[in-house]
């Protein structure tokens, strides 16, 4: 019964950590996402170094949404992180993982 408790488990984890348990994004919603975050981030997610804004076209989709989540949760952009202080709000802007999906989707459709 153990044994199959940690199968079970280790296929939970295994799931979870996947990154098929994104939903795919929409790169064309994101595209509509992607217009403010082209101010700072660049119009093909180039960067922008006089904003201190980096590129983006490269980054996998995972670490895309990630690094939104953490933003718009808190994790990222507080006290003492003046550049991700100013990313926090927007990161707000988005009102939901799939749109989180959708807009890296769209940097990923961009390429390198």
């Known amino acids: ?13 295994t799931l979870l950590t996947s ?11 994101g595209q509509a996402f992607y217009a403010t975050c082209g101010a700072c981030h660049g119009a093909n997610a ?8 980096p590129a983006l076209a490269g980054q996998e989709e995972w670490y895309v949404v990630r690094q939104l989540q953490n ?4 994790i990222r952009g507080g006290a003492g992180d003046v550049y991700g202080m100013q990313m926090a709000p927007m990161a707000m802007i988005l009102p939901d993982d799939q749109a989180m999906e959708d807009v890296a989707a769209y940097i990923k459709s961009l390429g390198k």
């Open 71 to 74: 933003f718009k949760k808190g």
């Open 46 to 53: 180039e960067g922008m170094e006089a904003l201190n804004a």
């Open 1 to 13: 019964m153990k044994l199959k408790a940690i199968g079970a488990f280790a296929a939970l984890v």
């Open 19 to 29: 990154t098929s348990v994104f939903a795919a994004g929409d790169a064309s919603r």
